[in-house]
């Protein structure tokens, strides 16, 4: 009982297990159920949704905030000055119900996720016709065990995966699992190699798949997980979420400033007490300096960044399922494709006609001439499939038969000739593998009889007597036999199935009509043809494909074809949508050469390879392991069950929504609502715009705290010396009101910032480089500096008397110059928004109005905190007092000085490029 079951003869499998022709007795076929368990597939163990909330607190950002939660609460609780108590108490709360957002929407994203294996199991077939004990029984198929002999017929989903022991016509669709266009041609007696990919295991059947048509028997080898299906849901199983560039640059960046945190911290204790300061003050002053060191608004500010992102997206079609995922789509290198319903229709399409004399291709000016009216006129009634038709005037809604025939309906209804009236079918000789053609009798309305006769062109063409070429009947000769399979193999070649078509007329009398039919004599029905032509069938491109791929590419993303499809049509479809533009064959690979090849092999050749065909789902995973082991950021898209497991492997999944699995979609990261493949360019520019948009605010934010560190720092070092007693230059709930309100609403308006002209024309970042550069640093060192200097400057000349005295302030001189640096430095860091966005551009020109939410933002900034100023309810909250002209004149002279600082340098950065270079470092 190997793995090889599908090359091994039938009578021995059948001594393997111990059946014959009356199947499994019920007590054997209960033990075996004990043995090998129930023919479903194991469930994922669910998070509870209290441990998935509990799970959003691990950021290490949102860590630093729980741990200034659990200080300001200590502190609140013992302090013995009760506006101090006050004063943490309203940061503990502040603190809280940012935590508790960002938590809050975390889990709302994410409560819906982890179900592939539940919609895997929704495609399971519920109950099958089984042979035990010589009677057919229906049982549920949860209870089929290896040994089982199964029935299959037209309809039916296939329970589990079996070696056929009968076929008739037998035509399973097989694209969920393989990803190939047309349903398979299946054959019990056929002799298969032991490694075989699935797609060429004609003697077999798999759990999930579909019959399109005939019948069969067969008997169960592997149920339950042990299935290819169950394979597949293993691998699910077994895929840990990976976290997201994004994800890692946070966490990165978060270590970061907890360890920056807690060493200013303990830099500014042991300096106070040096100073000879209670030990219990300079812990406050710390703690102090600590709310200054932390962005309290990023982790909400970045989750409100990407939820907007998602909006736009959903009316983009794109629709996110994990948030960090936005920003991936910006880093992505390679977009691994699945061929089938992805970058094409999923629908066969015919394409081209081939008469003997000449070669058509499918448009509205095709001329309807005898010949083309025949070919499609054979198409359409050798034909057994029905085209969907309105629920008012029709019997279905959706297209009924096997593809290729729906093709044929497809163009007959294109070309006006879609009436099935004109004739009334007398007699079938139905299409099987062996002969690889169909026949039809027919009868007209003017009663004359024609056999129609579709199949295999080289077959067909052996089969006629006769040619029709220029309106006449011809002799066939042997050297117009070798032109017209040749013409139809150059066409095969390029990826093309080709189907020919062939005639006669029928004399009922004289043809003896009704002892054929009695007698079913196919060869006498199918004697004496005339061949009129093929049509040439194509799974075509999506409309859009060949432009979104050539954007791939000017914006340094390779895109892949993996598919189970054969090669010549996948290098067909690649060629024509400009995937592929040379004949190298280095660019193309099989399933079997992969299999052969070790890891270190194929990881060496993966990033030059960009067509995979004949691939199985444990292909597809090692393929996207590979590129991922060469530093990729790697996109899968997919439709199909056999996309799932690479689906999640990859640092982004793409499901369709419309064509796409229950299983695809739960496994992915983002859906395409309209199958689009363009759509995803989309989705890429707005990864690209919202990952530079999250550059710039988090830079802001971080500069903006850096100046607050600056003047915290300096102001008490500085007090210290002068006052022998330390002055906070801004209180905690003056520093935690900049961080969450004056910053947070500029950073979250920045991230709405329209994209860059350049966003899809330059190449991917690299993944491995953080959020802060040097220049980032640079530019958050220079800015901290330039607030530190200036707020701390007004801060001293409001304290100027007691400075040269070396006096401690009064409690009101400390409040208004405490004010006064407060106003200033929220001036500062309102002037720092525009200048962050605009770069190289003058402020004073159009890249001013580009963002009118940033002006909004701005200006609603400076009016919340005129309000704190000036009210006489916010006052003893924020300790503030109300500001004269003569001080507002003052401050906005000072903060003057930071935009001519930064014009300098745009026109430095301009007219001098040395200069400028350096000018402009950052």
Wanted: net charge negative; charged share 25%; proline share 4%.
């Amino acid at each position: 009982m190997g793995n090889y079951w599908h090359s091994e003869n039938i009578e021995d499998l059948l001594d393997q297990y111990g059946v014959d022709d009356n199947g499994l007795s019920n007590d054997e076929a209960e033990e075996r159920l004990k043995q090998y368990g129930s023919n479903e597939l194991e469930r994922a163990k669910k998070r509870h949704p209290i441990f998935l909330f509990f799970e959003q607190f691990k950021d290490p950002l949102v860590i630093i905030l729980l741990v200034a939660l659990i200080i300001s609460v200590t502190i609140g609780i013992f302090s013995p000055d009760e506006h101090q108590r006050m004063e943490y108490f309203i940061d503990a709360i502040a603190i809280s119900a940012i935590v508790m957002f960002n938590a809050f929407f975390g889990f709302v994203q994410e409560y819906k996720a982890e179900k592939s294996i539940e919609a895997l199991k929704s495609m399971a077939a519920p109950f099958s016709t089984v042979i035990r004990e010589g009677k057919k029984q229906r049982i549920e198929a949860q209870f089929l065990v290896p040994g089982d002999i199964i029935l299959i017929e037209e309809g039916d989903k296939i329970p589990a995966d079996g070696r056929l022991l009968e076929s008739h016509s037998l035509r399973v669709d097989e694209s969920a699992l393989t990803g190939e266009s047309f349903p398979a041609a299946k054959e019990a007696m056929s002799q298969v190699l032991q490694y075989a990919p699935i797609a060429d295991m004609e003697n077999s059947v798999f759990s999930g798949t579909s019959v399109t048509r005939g019948r069969g028997q067969a008997l169960i080898i592997k149920t339950g997980m042990q299935t290819e299906f169950g394979k597949i849901a293993k691998g699910l199983l077994e895929e840990k979420t990976e976290e997201t560039p994004l994800q890692r640059r946070l966490a990165t960046l978060g270590k970061w400033i907890g360890i920056g945190s807690l060493t200013i911290c303990a830099v500014i204790f042991f300096i106070g007490i040096l100073l000879n300061q209670e030990a219990i003050e300079m812990f406050i002053v710390a703690v102090g300096l600590a709310v200054a060191a932390v962005p309290e608004g990023l982790p909400a500010v970045v989750t409100l960044a990407l939820a907007l992102g998602v909006q736009r997206m959903s009316r983009k079609n794109a629709i996110i399922r994990r948030l960090p995922s936005v920003e991936t789509l910006g880093s992505t290198t390679v977009i691994c494709s699945d061929k089938t319903g992805t970058l094409t229709r999923n629908k066969m399409t015919v394409r081209k006609i081939l008469t003997v004399d000449e070669e058509y291709r499918i448009t509205k000016k095709i001329p309807l001439n005898n010949v083309i009216c025949l070919i499609l006129t054979i198409g359409l009634e050798c034909n057994n499939a029905q085209l969907a038709e309105s629920k008012e005037g029709g019997s279905t809604d959706v297209d009924i038969g096997d593809p290729t025939e729906i093709a044929l309906l497809r163009v007959a209804k294109r070309m006006d000739v879609l009436d099935r009236s004109k004739y009334k079918r007398l007699f079938e000789v139905p299409f099987d593998s062996d002969s690889k053609r169909m026949s039809v009798l027919v009868k007209n309305l003017q009663g004359e009889h024609f056999v129609y006769t579709k199949g295999a062109p080289d077959v067909l063409i052996n089969l006629c007597k006769y040619y029709y070429s220029n309106g006449e009947i011809k002799p066939l000769d042997q050297d117009t036999r070798y032109r017209l399979e040749e013409a139809e193999q150059n066409l095969a070649k390029t990826g093309y199935r080709m189907l020919g078509m062939a005639y006669k007329s029928v004399d009922p009398v004289k043809d003896k009509i009704e002892r054929v039919i009695l007698s079913e004599d196919s060869e006498e029905i199918e004697s004496n043809l005339v061949y009129v032509g093929a049509m040439a069938i194509m799974d075509p491109p999506r409309q859009g494909t060949k432009k979104s791929i050539e954007i791939c590419k000017k914006a340094g993303i390779r895109p892949v074809m993996i598919t189970g499809d054969h090669l010549k049509t996948a290098v067909a479809v690649a060629t024509e949508i400009g995937l592929v533009s040379s004949e190298d064959s280095s660019h193309y690979l099989e399933g079997n050469q992969l299999a052969n090849m070790s890891d270190e092999e194929f990881e060496s050749i993966v990033g030059d390879v960009n067509v995979y065909a004949r691939v199985s789902p444990e292909h597809k995973l090692k393929i996207v392991s590979a590129l991922k082991s060469n530093n990729q950021i790697v996109a899968m898209t997919g439709d199909g069950v056999n996309d799932a497991p690479a689906l999640k492997r990859a640092d982004i999944g793409v499901a369709m929504g419309i064509a796409g699995t229950d299983v695809s979609k739960e496994a992915s990261d983002m859906i395409l609502a309209d199958d689009d493949f363009s759509t995803i360019v989309g989705a890429i520019l707005e990864g690209r715009t919202i990952y530079d948009n999250m550059r710039k605010f988090i830079l802001y934010l971080l500069s903006c705290n850096a100046g607050e560190i600056a003047v915290m720092f300096f102001g008490i070092l500085l007090t210290s010396l002068i006052f022998q007693t330390p002055i906070l230059p801004l209180l905690a709930i003056q520093i935690l009101w900049v961080n969450l309100v004056t910053d947070g609403l500029p950073a979250l308006a920045m991230g709405v910032d329209p994209p860059d002209p350049d966003v899809m024309i330059r190449h991917p970042r690299d993944p491995k480089e953080p959020i802060l550069t040097h220049k980032s640093i640079f530019f958050i060192i220079y800015s901290g500096i330039i607030i530190a200097i200036g707020t701390l400057l007004l801060f001293f000349l409001y304290m100027y008397s007691n400075v040269l005295t070396g006096q401690l302030p009064s409690e009101e001189v400390q409040i208004h110059a405490r004010t006064v640096a407060f106003t200033m430095l929220i001036m500062f860091q309102m002037i720092m928004a525009l200048n962050i966005r605009k770069e190289e551009h003058s402020l004073l020109g159009k890249e001013f109005f580009r963002n009118p939410y940033l002006l909004l933002a701005i200006a609603s900034s400076i009016l919340l905190h005129i309000l704190i100023v000036y009210s006489s309810f916010f006052q003893p909250f924020f300790n503030t007092t109300a500001l004269n002209a003569i001080d507002w004149v003052i401050i906005i002279a000072s903060g003057s000085i930071l935009v001519i600082v930064d014009e300098v340098r745009t026109f430095l950065a301009h007219r001098i490029p040395r200069l400028g270079k350096l000018a402009g470092y950052w």
